[in-house]
């Protein structure tokens, strides 16, 4: 994993998880509040459907209070309730649908003490019906409201809040009972969505079906069945359906919010690591240009962060490697001056014996036999012109350690093309070079002599039935000239040997060429590169500096 996906990565967990938190706990802190709401607002319709049963409640026993004390005003109908007769009796029977109407209730019984209808305004179809324990029922809750299910002329029962009052004639109690019809066209001037008659007698609220129950006290009578009377409660039902959807829309904003926030946090993340890492890269890839053939490469920078401390460490280092590479030359000079002495010393002496040991015996055919010297000269002759010839390539193999250079452009392409087309060995040879005449500063005769004896080495070592290979490519300041072959390659003790003066595989090599190729490309101010591997074959890469020219152009 890069380190740009390694930042990524810790960004967006360091954004995302407190984002992603944070949208948990404000998901549910904003479903607790909206439920709250919907309760609220539930509870407070409970609350108003309370207080307009309590209002009714109260204008019931009202008007039935002015009632009694019109009925006790009515001589006529006291006359009636002591002894009905005729005109006075239908009176009686009619006087609860004249009261009812004038009232508004929707339920007024006239009851005696012994609990008989004596005038019903709502149904007067039941006169001198008894209703045995209504009177005592609605009397026992004076301070509470009471739901009376009664008959009524359709044989259906009708549900009213009522209350009773009473006033004595002659000795004798009567009860006026009234109240109003509670059905649904009764609560429809309240805000409240649906309304019902539950059993139960406390106040609780219902999430799960959505309802709440008022807080007031019912008592529900029926009539010929419970006259004791059972506790029960109005119930607002709420529609838990937009409540849902409500709950449904919370949760795709919120996971919408939370997908924006946490898609921007990566976005930011993967911007912030991008500005992190491109000056780590930077540096990286100025790195990997450090080589001891070329400490060139440049790691300026004005910035005073980590970063700037660390490309002021390479630097140091790119330095302390300059110094080092001119000690290590230094000595390496001073080691190869005196390996190479003892060397040409050793090869002199080799070439100079046999023309000692010539001359000793001349000199002592001289003394002793001075006519056999002539014939003895000949017969040495070939010993002295090979000794000779040793002693002269020997010569020139040692001057050409320490080439003349002069610099000026030169075509690479051109010489390659004329070094292909003479060679004179079997194996294949392949040339891939980039279009145009890529021109480097250099001297062309050092040129041909690099690239000659890299492909008269690969060709030794591809064999007779081998392959070479070379490339040419144009880079940012420099043209690469690669040089492969398919032969046995070397191991490592042989590329550590491979550039040592004197050091050679071949069976008539001099050991002389990859030196000479190293230190001809250095006078050039290139850089030789080598890569090979036992039983795959060898690669040289050789880079040349462009001219300004020629890099402006390529550029």
């Keep these: 994993m890069t380190l740009r996906a390694r930042l990524v990565l810790a960004f967006a967990l360091v954004a995302a998880v407190p984002l992603l938190l944070l949208g948990l706990v404000l998901r549910h802190e904003l479903e607790r509040g909206v439920t709250r709401e919907y309760q609220a607002a539930l509870a407070d319709e409970a609350g108003a459907v309370a207080s307009a049963l309590e209002a009714e409640w109260r204008r019931v026993g009202g008007q039935l209070s002015e009632l ?28 609860a649908g004249r009261a009812m109407s004038l009232t508004g209730l929707s339920l007024l019984r006239l009851v005696d003490e012994d609990g008989r209808v004596l005038s019903s305004g709502h149904f007067r179809a039941e006169s001198g019906r008894a209703i045995p324990g209504v009177i ?10 009471t739901l009376l299910r009664a008959r009524e002329p359709s044989a259906g029962l009708l549900t009213a809040l009522v209350r009773a009052d009473s006033l004595a004639i002659a000795g ?17 001037h309240l805000p409240a969505r649906r309304v019902a008659l539950r059993p139960g007698e406390s106040a609780d609220t219902g999430p799960d079906d959505g ?12 009539e010929g069945v419970d006259t004791t009377g059972s506790a029960a409660q109005v119930v607002v039902i709420g529609d838990p359906v937009p409540l849902h959807a409500a709950l449904r829309r919370l949760n795709v904003v919120v996971a919408g919010g939370i997908a924006v926030a946490v898609a921007l ?29 070329s400490l060139d490469v440049d790691f300026a920078n004005d910035r005073t962060d980590e970063v700037g401390q660390l490309a002021d460490l390479l630097a140091g280092m790119v330095d302390r490697l300059k110094q080092s590479r001119n000690r290590l030359a230094a000595a390496e000079r001073r080691a190869t001056i005196g390996d190479l002495s003892r060397q040409v010393n050793h090869d002199i002496k080799n070439g ?7 001359l000793a015996h001349l000199d002592e055919v001289a003394r002793e036999a001075p006519a056999d010297v002539g014939p003895l000269f000949l017969e040495r002759r070939h010993t002295l012109e090979s000794s000779m010839a040793y002693l002269d390539d020997l010569a020139r193999n040692i001057a050409s350690l320490t080439p003349e250079v002069s610099r000026r452009p030169c075509d690479v392409n051109a010489a390659l093309r004329d070094i292909v087309a003479v060679g004179g060995s079997d194996a294949a040879v392949s040339l891939d070079l980039d279009g145009g005449d890529p021109i480097v500063v250099a001297d062309p005769v050092a040129v041909r002599r690099v690239f000659q004896n890299l492909i008269d080495n690969a060709l030794d070592g591809a064999g007779p039935r081998g392959r070479v290979d070379v490339s040419g490519r144009v880079g940012d300041a420099a043209y690469r000239v690669s040089v492969s072959d398919d032969g046995p390659g070397m191991d490592q003790d042989q590329l550590e040997r491979a550039f040592n003066e004197w050091y050679t595989t071949k069976a008539t090599g001099t050991g002389l060429g990859l ?7 250095l006078d050039l101010g290139g850089s030789l590169r080598v890569e090979t591997q036992p039983g795959r074959g060898t690669t040289m890469t050789v880079e040349l500096p462009l001219d300004a020219d020629q890099e402006k152009r390529s550029v």
């Design 211 to 222: 309802s709440v129950r008022t807080a007031a006290d019912l008592v529900v009578i029926a």
């Design 265 to 293: 946090a990566v976005a930011m993340a993967w911007w912030s690591a991008a500005r992190v890492s491109r000056p780590i890269v930077e540096l990286a890839d100025r790195t990997s240009r450090v080589d001891l053939e």
């Design 172 to 188: 004798r109690r009567f009860f006026v009972l009234g109240g109003v019809e509670v059905d649904s066209a009764f609560f429809t």
């Design 136 to 145: 005592d029922a609605v009397a026992a809750n004076p301070d509470g409201m």
């Design 352 to 358: 100079l014996t046999p023309i000692r040991n010539v």
């Design 68 to 95: 009694v004390k019109a009925l006790d005003d009515d001589n006529r109908l006291r006359r009636a309730l002591v002894q009905p007769t005729g005109d006075d009796e239908r009176y009686l029977l009619e006087s």
């Design 515 to 521: 030196p000479i190729v190293r230190r001809l490309v």
